[in-house]
Protein backbone atom coordinates (compact mmCIF):
# COMPACT_ATOMS: atom_id res chain seq x y z
CA UNK A 1 0.00 0.00 0.00
CA UNK A 2 1.32 3.62 -1.27
CA UNK A 3 1.26 5.56 2.26
CA UNK A 4 1.54 9.87 1.82
CA UNK A 5 3.86 11.70 3.96
CA UNK A 6 0.79 13.31 5.57
CA UNK A 7 -0.61 9.64 6.53
CA UNK A 8 2.88 8.27 8.11
CA UNK A 9 2.74 11.35 10.18
CA UNK A 10 -0.92 10.37 11.69
CA UNK A 11 -0.01 7.43 13.88
CA UNK A 12 -2.66 5.00 15.96
CA UNK A 13 -1.00 3.99 19.54
CA UNK A 14 -3.02 1.20 20.93
CA UNK A 15 -2.35 0.82 24.77
CA UNK A 16 -1.70 -2.04 26.64
CA UNK A 17 -4.58 -3.80 24.30
CA UNK A 18 -5.65 -7.50 26.03
CA UNK A 19 -7.35 -8.73 23.47
CA UNK A 20 -5.24 -9.54 20.55
CA UNK A 21 -8.16 -9.68 17.54
CA UNK A 22 -8.48 -6.32 18.55
CA UNK A 23 -5.21 -5.07 17.70
CA UNK A 24 -5.72 -7.31 13.93
CA UNK A 25 -9.28 -5.44 13.73
CA UNK A 26 -7.78 -1.91 14.64
CA UNK A 27 -5.19 -2.79 11.44
CA UNK A 28 -7.61 -3.93 9.19
CA UNK A 29 -9.74 -0.39 10.24
CA UNK A 30 -6.74 1.40 9.40
CA UNK A 31 -5.91 0.35 6.27
CA UNK A 32 -9.32 0.04 4.96
CA UNK A 33 -9.20 4.06 5.54
CA UNK A 34 -5.53 4.22 3.91
CA UNK A 35 -3.61 4.38 7.23
CA UNK A 36 -0.77 2.51 8.33
CA UNK A 37 1.38 3.92 11.42
CA UNK A 38 0.58 1.41 14.21
CA UNK A 39 2.28 1.90 17.71
CA UNK A 40 1.41 -0.84 20.59
CA UNK A 41 2.60 -0.25 24.00
CA UNK A 42 2.66 -3.09 26.22
CA UNK A 43 0.22 -5.33 24.05
CA UNK A 44 -0.72 -7.96 26.28
CA UNK A 45 -0.55 -10.98 24.03
CA UNK A 46 1.48 -10.12 20.99
CA UNK A 47 2.30 -11.08 18.05
CA UNK A 48 -0.56 -13.47 18.04
CA UNK A 49 -2.18 -15.40 15.43
CA UNK A 50 -5.23 -14.18 16.13
CA UNK A 51 -4.43 -10.69 15.36
CA UNK A 52 -3.00 -11.86 11.98
CA UNK A 53 -6.53 -13.65 10.91
CA UNK A 54 -8.63 -10.72 12.38
CA UNK A 55 -6.20 -8.21 10.00
CA UNK A 56 -7.05 -9.95 6.88
CA UNK A 57 -5.55 -7.98 4.21
CA UNK A 58 -3.82 -5.69 6.20
CA UNK A 59 -0.97 -7.98 7.62
CA UNK A 60 1.35 -5.72 6.09
CA UNK A 61 -0.23 -3.11 8.75
CA UNK A 62 0.56 -5.45 11.61
CA UNK A 63 3.79 -6.41 10.30
CA UNK A 64 5.15 -2.77 10.21
CA UNK A 65 3.77 -1.98 13.65
CA UNK A 66 6.08 -0.82 16.49
CA UNK A 67 6.06 -1.76 19.71
CA UNK A 68 7.16 -0.02 22.20
CA UNK A 69 7.21 0.55 26.72
CA UNK A 70 5.48 3.15 27.50
CA UNK A 71 2.87 6.00 25.79
CA UNK A 72 5.87 8.28 26.42
CA UNK A 73 7.50 6.61 23.79
CA UNK A 74 5.38 6.31 21.48
CA UNK A 75 3.60 9.88 20.94
CA UNK A 76 7.68 11.58 22.02
CA UNK A 77 8.42 12.95 18.71
CA UNK A 78 4.36 14.36 17.98
CA UNK A 79 3.34 17.40 18.33
CA UNK A 80 -0.48 16.79 18.00
CA UNK A 81 -1.83 14.29 20.44
CA UNK A 82 -5.96 13.44 20.80
CA UNK A 83 -7.00 10.77 23.88
CA UNK A 84 -10.03 8.66 23.19
CA UNK A 85 -12.73 8.40 25.90
CA UNK A 86 -15.65 6.75 26.25
CA UNK A 87 -16.92 8.55 29.02
CA UNK A 88 -16.80 11.85 31.09
CA UNK A 89 -13.97 12.67 33.10
CA UNK A 90 -13.53 14.35 36.28
CA UNK A 91 -11.22 17.25 34.93
CA UNK A 92 -13.13 19.05 31.88
CA UNK A 93 -10.57 19.02 29.27
CA UNK A 94 -10.90 20.49 25.52
CA UNK A 95 -13.25 18.09 23.93
CA UNK A 96 -13.22 17.19 19.92
CA UNK A 97 -16.17 16.02 18.40
CA UNK A 98 -14.82 12.51 15.92
CA UNK A 99 -15.46 15.01 12.69
CA UNK A 100 -13.41 18.16 14.22
CA UNK A 101 -10.90 15.43 15.60
CA UNK A 102 -10.66 13.71 11.45
CA UNK A 103 -10.12 17.38 9.97
CA UNK A 104 -7.82 18.72 13.08
CA UNK A 105 -5.62 15.61 12.59
CA UNK A 106 -5.50 15.23 8.93
CA UNK A 107 -4.46 18.86 8.21
CA UNK A 108 -1.87 19.37 11.50
CA UNK A 109 -0.37 15.87 9.89
CA UNK A 110 0.54 17.99 7.19
CA UNK A 111 3.05 19.80 9.14
CA UNK A 112 4.12 17.44 11.98
CA UNK A 113 3.62 13.77 13.52
CA UNK A 114 0.01 13.53 15.00
CA UNK A 115 -1.24 10.56 17.62
CA UNK A 116 -4.44 8.96 18.24
CA UNK A 117 -4.59 7.13 21.90
CA UNK A 118 -6.62 4.18 22.30
CA UNK A 119 -6.94 2.68 25.74
CA UNK A 120 -7.42 -0.72 27.76
CA UNK A 121 -10.36 -2.29 26.98
CA UNK A 122 -11.61 -2.66 30.25
CA UNK A 123 -10.16 0.30 31.91
CA UNK A 124 -9.33 2.87 28.91
CA UNK A 125 -6.69 5.06 29.09
CA UNK A 126 -5.56 6.20 32.36
CA UNK A 127 -6.29 10.12 33.82
CA UNK A 128 -2.31 10.46 33.84
CA UNK A 129 -2.53 9.36 29.35
CA UNK A 130 -5.11 11.93 29.35
CA UNK A 131 -3.37 14.27 30.65
CA UNK A 132 -0.85 14.22 28.21
CA UNK A 133 -3.38 14.65 25.64
CA UNK A 134 -3.92 18.16 23.77
CA UNK A 135 -7.71 17.15 23.34
CA UNK A 136 -9.44 14.02 23.97
CA UNK A 137 -11.95 13.06 21.63
CA UNK A 138 -15.42 11.11 22.80
CA UNK A 139 -17.51 9.18 19.65
CA UNK A 140 -21.35 10.38 20.66
CA UNK A 141 -22.27 6.92 21.79
CA UNK A 142 -25.33 5.51 23.36
CA UNK A 143 -25.26 7.20 27.21
CA UNK A 144 -26.42 3.94 28.78
CA UNK A 145 -24.24 1.89 26.93
CA UNK A 146 -21.39 4.13 25.30
CA UNK A 147 -17.96 1.69 25.37
CA UNK A 148 -17.61 0.90 21.38
CA UNK A 149 -15.55 -2.40 21.03
CA UNK A 150 -11.67 -0.89 20.39
CA UNK A 151 -10.85 -1.72 16.74
CA UNK A 152 -14.53 -0.61 16.34
CA UNK A 153 -13.61 2.93 17.39
CA UNK A 154 -10.10 2.79 15.85
CA UNK A 155 -12.87 2.21 12.52
CA UNK A 156 -14.98 5.67 13.70
CA UNK A 157 -12.32 7.66 13.81
CA UNK A 158 -9.99 7.10 11.22
CA UNK A 159 -13.26 7.32 8.81
CA UNK A 160 -13.33 10.90 10.15
CA UNK A 161 -9.87 11.33 9.23
CA UNK A 162 -10.53 10.09 5.97
CA UNK A 163 -13.45 11.83 5.47
CA UNK A 164 -10.84 14.73 5.84
CA UNK A 165 -8.45 13.73 3.55
CA UNK A 166 -11.57 13.63 0.49
CA UNK A 167 -12.99 17.11 1.99
CA UNK A 168 -9.43 18.52 1.46
CA UNK A 169 -9.10 16.90 -1.96
CA UNK A 170 -12.17 19.19 -3.42
CA UNK A 171 -10.11 21.85 -1.48
CA UNK A 172 -12.75 22.20 0.98
CA UNK A 173 -10.60 22.49 4.49
CA UNK A 174 -8.99 25.58 5.96
CA UNK A 175 -5.46 25.30 5.64
CA UNK A 176 -3.00 25.45 8.94
CA UNK A 177 -2.15 29.23 9.83
CA UNK A 178 1.12 29.99 9.60
CA UNK A 179 3.57 30.14 12.29
CA UNK A 180 7.00 30.94 12.30
CA UNK A 181 8.43 28.15 14.93
CA UNK A 182 7.57 24.36 14.94
CA UNK A 183 5.06 23.03 17.88
CA UNK A 184 7.09 21.93 20.93
CA UNK A 185 6.40 17.62 20.43
CA UNK A 186 5.19 15.91 23.47
CA UNK A 187 8.34 14.75 24.50
CA UNK A 188 9.77 17.93 24.83
CA UNK A 189 6.54 18.93 27.20
CA UNK A 190 7.03 16.11 29.38
CA UNK A 191 10.82 17.44 29.74
CA UNK A 192 9.28 20.84 30.17
CA UNK A 193 6.60 19.79 32.46
CA UNK A 194 9.28 17.67 34.67
CA UNK A 195 11.33 20.96 35.19
CA UNK A 196 8.14 23.19 35.93
CA UNK A 197 7.42 20.10 38.70
CA UNK A 198 10.74 20.06 40.10
CA UNK A 199 11.41 23.88 40.60
CA UNK A 200 7.55 24.75 41.83
CA UNK A 201 8.68 21.47 44.75
CA UNK A 202 12.27 23.49 45.33
CA UNK A 203 10.66 26.90 45.48
CA UNK A 204 8.15 25.10 48.32
CA UNK A 205 5.37 25.98 45.74
CA UNK A 206 4.12 22.79 45.76
CA UNK A 207 4.21 20.19 48.13
CA UNK A 208 5.32 16.64 45.97
CA UNK A 209 3.99 14.58 49.44
CA UNK A 210 0.38 16.72 48.79
CA UNK A 211 0.09 17.31 44.99
CA UNK A 212 -3.84 18.00 44.86
CA UNK A 213 -4.62 18.87 41.07
CA UNK A 214 -2.21 21.40 40.55
CA UNK A 215 0.54 19.68 37.69
CA UNK A 216 -2.85 18.22 36.37
CA UNK A 217 -4.07 22.11 35.96
CA UNK A 218 -0.44 23.06 34.78
CA UNK A 219 -0.59 20.07 31.66
CA UNK A 220 -4.28 21.38 30.98
CA UNK A 221 -3.42 25.16 30.33
CA UNK A 222 -0.41 24.07 28.29
CA UNK A 223 -1.72 21.76 26.72
CA UNK A 224 -4.40 24.58 25.47
CA UNK A 225 -1.73 26.86 24.32
CA UNK A 226 -0.33 24.50 22.53
CA UNK A 227 3.44 26.19 22.56
CA UNK A 228 6.39 26.24 19.97
CA UNK A 229 9.64 24.91 20.87
CA UNK A 230 11.03 28.56 21.25
CA UNK A 231 8.42 29.49 23.90
CA UNK A 232 9.54 26.20 25.62
CA UNK A 233 12.78 26.90 25.57
CA UNK A 234 12.34 30.12 26.95
CA UNK A 235 10.13 28.88 29.97
CA UNK A 236 12.60 26.69 30.69
CA UNK A 237 14.88 28.99 30.65
CA UNK A 238 13.26 31.08 33.02
CA UNK A 239 13.26 27.93 35.33
CA UNK A 240 16.66 27.37 35.51
CA UNK A 241 16.83 30.93 36.40
CA UNK A 242 14.57 31.24 39.12
CA UNK A 243 16.61 27.25 40.30
CA UNK A 244 19.99 29.19 40.05
CA UNK A 245 18.65 32.00 42.53
CA UNK A 246 16.91 29.59 45.19
CA UNK A 247 19.67 27.63 45.45
CA UNK A 248 22.20 29.80 45.89
N1 LIG B 1 -14.57 0.84 30.35
C1 LIG B 1 -13.66 1.57 29.56
C2 LIG B 1 -14.01 1.33 28.11
C3 LIG B 1 -12.83 1.26 27.27
S1 LIG B 1 -13.26 0.86 25.63
C4 LIG B 1 -13.76 3.04 29.89
O1 LIG B 1 -14.75 3.43 30.49
O2 LIG B 1 -12.89 3.85 29.58
C5 LIG B 1 -11.67 0.70 24.92
C6 LIG B 1 -11.21 1.86 24.12
O3 LIG B 1 -12.04 2.02 22.96
C7 LIG B 1 -11.25 3.20 24.82
O4 LIG B 1 -10.12 3.42 25.64
C8 LIG B 1 -11.26 4.14 23.62
O5 LIG B 1 -9.95 4.21 23.09
C9 LIG B 1 -12.15 3.40 22.64
N2 LIG B 1 -13.57 3.79 22.76
C10 LIG B 1 -14.60 3.01 23.11
N3 LIG B 1 -15.75 3.69 23.10
C11 LIG B 1 -15.45 4.96 22.74
C12 LIG B 1 -16.22 6.15 22.54
N4 LIG B 1 -17.54 6.19 22.72
N5 LIG B 1 -15.56 7.26 22.13
C13 LIG B 1 -14.22 7.25 21.95
N6 LIG B 1 -13.45 6.16 22.13
C14 LIG B 1 -14.05 5.02 22.51
Not at 80 to 97: K, Q
Not at 128 to 139: A, T
Not at 219 to 238: A, K, P, T, Y
Request: net charge negative; with cysteine.
Amino acid sequence: MSISERQANIRIVLVNTTHPGNIGGAARAMKNMGLAELYLVQPREYPAPRAVWRAAGARDVLAGATIVESVDEAIADCALVVGTSARERRIPWPLLNPRECGEKIYSEAAEHKTALLFGREDRGLTNDELQKCHYHVHIPSNPDYSSLNLATAVQVLAYEVRMASLADDQGNLPSLSEWDQPPVTAGDLEFFHEHLATTMAELQFYDPENPKQLLTRMRRLFNRVRMDQMEVSILRGLLSAVQRKITK
